[in-house]
C-alpha cells in the first residue's frame, strides 16, 4: 500500500517536472531563456519545451510599436514659458532583442531624457510662433537624437510627433486678444471699402441723374425756344412784326400761368404783379437788359484787343531796343581759364 502511495506520487512529481518545461509565447513577443541565471537563448511566439529547473524563463519583451507621451514644459526666445506633449513611437528591433532586455533597465525613463534633453536645447531658440510654426523641426530633431542614442539598446524610434504645445494661460489670452483685433481690423477694412463703394456708387448715380436732369432742361428750353421761333413766324406771316409777337407771346404766357395759378385749390402762392401790363414791362425789361449786355460784351471785345494790341507793340520795342547777345557756347569758352 505504502509502495503505491509512493508511485503515484513520483509520477505525479514527474508529470509536474515535465509540464513545468513546457511553456508558450504570445504573438509579438519573445522570451528570453536563462540556464543557471546565464543568457541562453530568445524564444518567438509559438509552443516551446524548456529544461525544467535547469532553465528560467527571465521575462518577455514586447516586439510591438508602443507610445510613450512625454509632457516638457520649457521657455522660448521671448522669454515665454510653454509645454510641449511629445509622442514617441518605439519598438524592440528583432534582431536586438538581447540589448533591449539586458542593456537597458527602464526604457521609458532612457526615452524620457533624452527627449527633456533635445526639447529643451531647441525651443529656447525660438520665438513662441516659430514654435507654432516650426513644431516638425522639434519632432525631426527628437526623432535624430533618440535614433542615435537608442539604436545601441535595441530599440527604433519610429515616429515622434509634437501633439500639443499650451503655453501659459496669459500668453494665451493676450494672442487671442491679438487674433481678434487683427480680425476686427480687417473687418473694419472691408465695411470701410464696402461703404467707399456705396458712396462712389451713390455720387456717380446722382452725377449721372444731374447730367440726365440738365439734359432735359436744356431739351425743354431747346424746344421751348423752337415753338417760340415758330409762333413769332406765325405772326409775321399776318403782319405782326418781331417786337409785337414776343410781347403777345410774354402776356400770353402770363395769363397761362394766372391760369395755372388759379386751377390749385389749395395753393398759397401769388405772382406780383399781376396786373395786363406786367407782361409789356417784362419784356421791356428783358430787351433792355439784352441791349446792355450786347453793349457791355462789345466794349469788353474792344477793350481787351486795344490791351493785347499795346502788348504786342512794347515787345516789339523791347526787341528793337536790346543789342545781339552773342552764343551761350562761345561765351563759355572765353570764359573757361587757359592751361
Not at 516650426?134 to 542615435?148: G, P, Q, T, W
Not at 472691408?190 to 451713390?202: F, G, H, M, N, S
Not at 403782319?239 to 395759378?261: F, K, M, P, R
Amino acid at each position: 500500500m505504502i509502495s503505491t502511495i509512493l508511485s503515484a506520487v513520483f509520477i505525479v512529481f514527474v508529470l509536474i517536472i515535465l509540464f513545468s518545461g513546457i511553456f508558450t509565447v504570445k504573438q509579438q513577443t519573445a522570451a528570453a531563456i536563462e540556464r543557471f541565471g546565464k543568457f541562453q537563448r530568445v524564444s518567438s511566439s509559438g509552443l516551446h519545451f524548456k529544461v525544467p529547473v535547469i532553465d528560467q524563463i527571465a521575462g518577455r519583451i514586447n516586439l510591438k510599436v508602443q507610445q510613450l507621451d512625454v509632457l516638457v514644459e520649457t521657455k522660448t526666445k521671448d522669454d515665454v514659458f510653454v509645454k510641449l506633449k511629445i509622442s514617441v513611437q518605439f519598438q524592440v528591433m528583432i534582431s536586438r532583442i538581447y540589448d533591449a532586455f539586458y542593456k537597458l533597465e527602464n526604457s521609458h525613463e532612457q526615452i524620457t531624457s533624452y527627449v527633456f534633453d533635445v526639447v529643451r536645447a531647441e525651443v529656447p531658440k525660438m520665438k513662441l510662433d516659430d514654435v507654432f510654426e516650426r513644431k516638425d523641426d522639434i519632432a525631426i530633431a527628437v526623432k535624430r537624437e533618440l535614433n542615435e542614442a537608442m539604436e545601441e539598446y535595441g530599440y527604433d524610434i519610429i515616429k515622434t510627433l509634437v501633439t500639443d504645445i499650451d503655453p501659459d494661460i496669459q500668453v494665451k489670452a493676450a494672442m487671442n486678444r491679438i487674433n481678434a483685433s487683427e480680425r476686427e481690423k480687417v473687418a473694419a477694412e472691408y465695411e470701410a471699402e464696402a461703404e467707399r463703394i456705396k458712396i462712389v456708387a451713390k455720387a456717380r448715380a446722382e452725377a449721372e441723374s444731374k447730367r440726365l436732369q440738365g439734359q432735359g432742361i436744356a431739351d425743354q428750353r431747346r424746344e421751348i425756344a423752337r415753338g417760340l421761333e415758330e409762333s413769332v413766324d406765325v405772326l409775321n406771316n399776318v403782319g405782326i412784326n418781331s417786337q409785337e409777337a414776343s410781347a403777345l407771346i410774354v402776356v400770353t404766357q402770363h395769363y397761362d400761368t394766372l391760369q395755372s395759378l388759379g386751377e390749385e385749390t389749395q395753393s398759397n402762392l401769388i405772382l406780383l404783379p399781376n396786373s395786363p401790363q406786367a407782361g409789356s414791362d417784362m419784356l421791356n425789361n428783358m430787351i433792355a437788359s439784352f441791349t446792355a449786355s450786347n453793349q457791355i460784351g462789345e466794349a469788353m471785345k474792344k477793350e481787351n484787343a486795344l490791351k493785347e494790341k499795346k502788348r504786342k507793340e512794347k515787345e516789339e520795342r523791347k526787341k528793337r531796343e536790346l543789342p545781339p547777345q552773342p552764343p551761350v557756347e562761345d561765351q563759355d569758352e572765353e570764359d573757361t581759364p587757359q592751361e
